[in-house]
């Protein structure tokens, strides 16, 4: 057989048209090595041999013999052909308005919380005064607000400790209490109760029980004043 010829190839697998799997009529290593379309044997033993085949046999890349099959049939060695994935053309989307977060507590902040606690999904309450229509203005003015509060734990208080919490029923207990009180579902939807480990990101938390830090570090019983007082400052304003 003269270069100028070229074997007779039979294409057994394709992917995507692509043959991946092929038979030549007679398996030589010399023959492979001398015949001109074809690059040298990359390694040869026994039965078991790599072949690059170039243009125009119309089979780029590396080819192997398969093992305990006929010597003439090769299989792609290379990288798997996958068929050809299509990717939609991406646009950018309208950048998104940075929404002001507020992290609000819900006992004692939104909701009175006068009872004695009973369970986390038990909100009987009254709000506080002005607490619903100041969720509102909030919400109204495109605040995101994370409503967080002990209630939403997985382990809620019980006077033996700590017992599992149901946090379905208690979310659905404060979606009610909310709407109850006359809170709309415009406003409702601006409203993310937090039921995650760990505090919301927000810019703003607002807690009955919190002291804001302006870099100084307060003792414990400079602490304890700080709450006494604002739960002080905190009745008289609600006239309790």
């Not at 607490?131 to 409503?147: D, K, M, N, Q, V």
């Not at 409203?191 to 807690?207: E, N, Q």
Request: glycine share 6%; hydrophobic share 45%.
């Amino acid at each position: 057989m003269t270069s100028r010829r070229l074997p007779q190839i039979t294409v057994l697998d394709t992917v995507e048209g692509t043959p991946v799997k092929v038979v030549f009529p007679e398996w030589d290593a010399s023959y492979l090595a001398s015949y001109s379309p074809w690059y040298a044997v990359r390694h040869w033993s026994g039965r078991m041999g790599v072949v690059e085949f170039a243009p125009p046999l119309q089979l780029p890349g590396l080819w192997g013999n398969v093992l305990g099959a006929a010597v003439r049939t090769f299989v792609r060695v290379e990288a798997r052909v996958v068929p050809a994935v299509v990717y939609e053309p991406w646009t950018p989307r309208e950048p998104a308005v940075k929404e002001f977060r507020v992290a609000v507590e819900f006992d004692r902040v939104v909701h009175s919380d006068t009872s004695a606690w009973v369970a986390s999904d038990v909100v009987e309450d009254p709000p506080l005064p002005g607490a619903i229509e100041w969720l509102e203005r909030l919400a109204a003015e495109g605040a995101r607000i994370f409503l967080h509060t002990c209630r939403l734990t997985q382990w809620q208080p019980h006077p033996d400790g700590y017992v599992p919490g149901d946090l379905d029923s208690s979310k659905a207990a404060l979606i009610a209490w909310l709407t109850k009180h006359g809170l709309s579902s415009k406003a409702l939807k601006r409203i993310t109760l937090w039921c995650y480990v760990g505090k919301p990101f927000a810019h703003v938390y607002v807690d009955d029980k919190a002291v804001a830090f302006t870099g100084e570090y307060l003792g414990t019983d400079a602490l304890r004043e700080i709450v006494r007082a604002n739960a002080q400052r905190r009745r008289e304003a609600l006239g309790a």
